[in-house]
């Protein structure tokens, strides 16, 4: 369960590759900013819950030594909070990054939104595969007109625009909290 909620989670980090960042001076950490997933699709369900029952607060984003980055938030799952804290590193292919030594891919996806991206991911389960689709954004609010691209890329990619999911933002977890 802890992979599939960790490759909920890692495609935010490959988003900031994508935008423009400070070069980082080997020794040195940044903030990159705060990022927010605003809707999630996936081809398997998550174990012991529902997605409509997922919160997730803002992740947090650090760009670490050689350009690898750091992103560190709590997702909220039928009322046990979970951190989530991983290291994207960048692939030799442009728009792809990976993570757990090859077993998590992930691609950018440009959304025609001013600040939403979509990160598709392929992730590598024991054997068996998971694809998933996740918005993300540079602020809280939702937006349809990147939902809709979500949809587009999700439909293209053999997901089912049924699956997705809007998540609900919180600031902090707490357990026992839906």
């Known amino acids: 369960m802890k992979t599939l909620l960790l490759s909920f989670g890692l495609g935010l980090v490959a988003v900031l590759q994508a935008q423009t960042l400070p070069t980082v001076v080997e020794e040195e950490k940044e903030d990159a900013g705060t990022w927010y997933f605003k809707a999630w699709a996936s081809d398997k369900e998550i174990p012991?819950?529902?997605?409509?029952?997922?919160?997730?607060?803002?992740?947090?984003?650090?760009?670490?030594?050689?350009?690898?980055?750091?992103?560190t938030f709590t997702l909220g799952i039928?009322?046990?909070?979970?951190?989530?804290?991983?290291?994207?590193?960048?692939?030799?292919?442009?728009?792809?990054?990976?993570?757990?030594?090859?077993?998590?891919?992930?691609?950018?996806?440009?959304?025609?939104?001013?600040g939403h991206y979509?990160?598709?991911?392929?992730?590598?389960l024991h054997g068996h595969q998971?694809?998933?689709?996740?918005?993300?954004?540079?602020?809280?609010?939702?937006?349809?007109e990147a939902l809709e691209d979500l949809k587009r890329a999700a439909g293209v990619r053999g997901l089912s625009p049924e699956t997705i999911v809007i998540l609900k933002q919180r600031e902090t977890c707490s357990s026992g909290s839906d």
């Open 118 to 124: 979509i990160l598709y991911g392929v992730t590598d």
């Open 130 to 144: 998971i694809r998933t689709a996740k918005l993300v954004g540079r602020d809280p609010d939702f937006n349809q």
């Open 48 to 71: 012991g819950g529902k997605l409509g029952s997922v919160s997730v607060t803002p992740m947090k984003i650090k760009i670490l030594d050689g350009g690898s980055l750091k992103i």
């Open 78 to 114: 039928a009322g046990h909070c979970r951190e989530i804290s991983s290291t994207l590193k960048e692939t030799e292919e442009p728009g792809k990054y990976t993570a757990y030594g090859g077993k998590h891919v992930v691609q950018i996806i440009k959304s025609g939104v001013e």
